[in-house]
């Protein structure tokens, strides 16, 4: 299932949810039970031969902290 940031447009509250496409739009906020919306975001890691290679994309990019 994806993960989705999903804000509220009356608090401001925004949360991490992994559901399913159908829900995503259904999900209601815990503080003031507002329909939460979908934030747009870039993706986070890159795939590579079928598999997430994030620790390579962040060395490429000098932002890994070992």
């Known amino acids: 299932m994806p993960t989705y ?3 509220c447009p009356d ?3 925004e949360e991490t949810v992994t559901c399913k496409v159908k829900e995503r739009n259904s999900i209601k906020c815990n503080k003031c039970g507002g329909r939460m919306r979908v934030k747009i975001t870039t ?3 890159r795939m ?3 598999r997430p290679d994030v620790i390579e994309w962040k060395k ?3 932002v890994l902290d070992l």
């Open 5 to 7: 940031i999903l804000k």
């Open 48 to 50: 590579r031969h079928g």
């Open 11 to 13: 608090c401001g509250k």
């Open 60 to 62: 490429q990019r000098g």
């Open 43 to 45: 993706g986070n890691f």
